[in-house]
């Protein structure tokens, strides 16, 4: 959620981009294991149980802590991994509905620790058009002016991280020259955050309408920082950029400030006596009035609405 750049990372996704089966099967496969009091990632069988190479093994084990599915010190499950993933009774094991993906960009682009060029990316580079030269070397330029101290990341890291960044955001346009796995689009690809120019040189990722954006992924957004910050009143302007190396829900989803406001506004009526806005000395603040509502039972709140309408 802060940016702390003694326990950033850069380079530890194999450079291999998250794909749509990994989180699922990676979870599932994490939960086996432990059954039988297994760390599944270091056996030696892990590359059959998973079905993929030993350096893709080690990738999977990294998006999954790096979308906060498996904490990153001893492999458990998150509260969140196990809402979505858990086979028995998780909200969308199979990674079946899109508000799942919303959801896995924030967790991801919220993550400073584990995934901090993409925290980086989404929180603090603004420029709405770029190569991927540009982009690369505006990262080199925020490690050298954060990471004062300790060891660095070399520059062909930092290359590989922002490469994978716009792979990853950008839907492929597809050509007899590349690779058929690496022409597979990653699951975030399809929120549409990022787009390719004419020519495919130039990457666009700029504030707009966000209509896919489901009022409870945000709603969990914004509860996840404010509890995680301890605070019950925040300013939107705090919600829209990012402000004290926070992260901010407006920036990570590429919304526009009236898209902000006016899904914020949505949201006040969607979970009820839970948040309010309000004017204090004329700042624009959104309150946390019940502050024992879990950021979790906005996801609830979500699937279960989403489940009924299957349903009926």
Same mark, same amino acid.
């Given at each position: 959620?802060?940016?702390?750049p003694?326990?950033?990372s850069?380079?530890?996704h194999?450079t291999?981009?998250?794909r749509?089966? +990994?989180?699922?099967k990676? #979870?599932?496969?994490? *939960?086996?294991?432990?059954e039988?009091?297994v ?14 190479g030993?350096?893709?093994v080690a990738s *999977?084990?990294?998006w999954?802590?790096?979308c ?6 001893n492999?458990?499950?998150?509260? @969140?991994?196990? /809402?979505?993933f858990?086979p028995?009774?998780? #909200? ?9 993906? +919303?959801l /896995? ?8 620790e584990?995934?901090?060029?993409w925290?980086?990316? &989404?929180? %603090?580079f ?5 190569t991927?030269q ?10 050298k002016?954060?990471?004062?101290e300790?060891k660095?990341?070399?520059? $062909?890291?930092?290359?590989?991280d922002a ?9 492929? %346009? ?34 707009e ?11 969990? $957004? ?7 910050r301890q ?11 990012s402000?004290g ?7 990570? &989803?590429? !919304?526009?400030?009236?898209?902000? *406001?006016?899904? /914020?506004? %949505? ?5 009820? =006596?839970?948040?309010?806005?309000r ?7 959104? &309150?946390? @009035?019940?502050?024992? #509502?879990?950021?979790?039972?906005? !996801?609830?709140?979500?699937?279960q609405?989403?489940? =009924?309408?299957?349903?009926?």
């Amino acid at each position: 959620m802060k940016l702390n750049p003694k326990k950033a990372s850069f380079g530890r996704h194999e450079t291999f981009a998250l794909r749509y089966g +990994w989180l699922p099967k990676g #979870y599932a496969a994490l *939960i086996e294991g432990q059954e039988k009091g297994v760390d599944v990632f270091s056996s030696d069988d892990a590359t059959v149980v998973l079905g993929v190479g030993k350096n893709m093994v080690a990738s *999977i084990r990294y998006w999954l802590r790096a979308c906060q599915i498996i904490d990153p010190v001893n492999s458990e499950p998150t509260e @969140v991994g196990d /809402l979505i993933f858990n086979p028995a009774g998780g #909200y969308d094991p199979y990674l079946e509905d899109e508000a799942t993906i +919303w959801l /896995l960009h924030w967790l991801l682009a919220s993550n400073a620790e584990q995934a901090t060029a993409w925290f980086w990316f &989404f929180n %603090k580079f603004h420029k709405p058009e770029f190569t991927s030269q540009e982009l690369t070397t505006a990262l080199v330029d925020f490690v050298k002016d954060v990471m004062i101290e300790g060891k660095k990341p070399s520059l $062909a890291t930092l290359k590989n991280d922002a490469q994978l960044i716009h792979r990853m955001y950008t839907q492929s %346009k597809g050509s007899g020259r590349t690779p058929l796995e690496d022409a597979l689009d990653s699951p975030l690809a399809l929120l549409r955050l990022m787009s390719q120019g004419e020519g495919g040189r130039r990457f666009i990722s700029r504030p707009e309408v966000r209509q896919g954006l489901p009022l409870g992924v945000l709603g969990f $957004a914004v509860l996840q920082l404010m509890k995680q910050r301890q605070i019950k009143s925040i300013p939107i302007e705090e919600l829209m950029y990012s402000r004290g190396d926070f992260c901010a829900p407006g920036a990570v &989803f590429r !919304l526009t400030e009236n898209d902000l *406001i006016t899904k /914020l506004e %949505k949201l006040i009526n969607y979970i009820p =006596g839970v948040l309010d806005i309000r004017d204090t000395a004329g700042i624009h603040q959104l &309150f946390l @009035v019940d502050d024992k #509502y879990e950021p979790g039972e906005c !996801l609830e709140e979500h699937y279960q609405t989403a489940s =009924g309408e299957v349903a009926a």
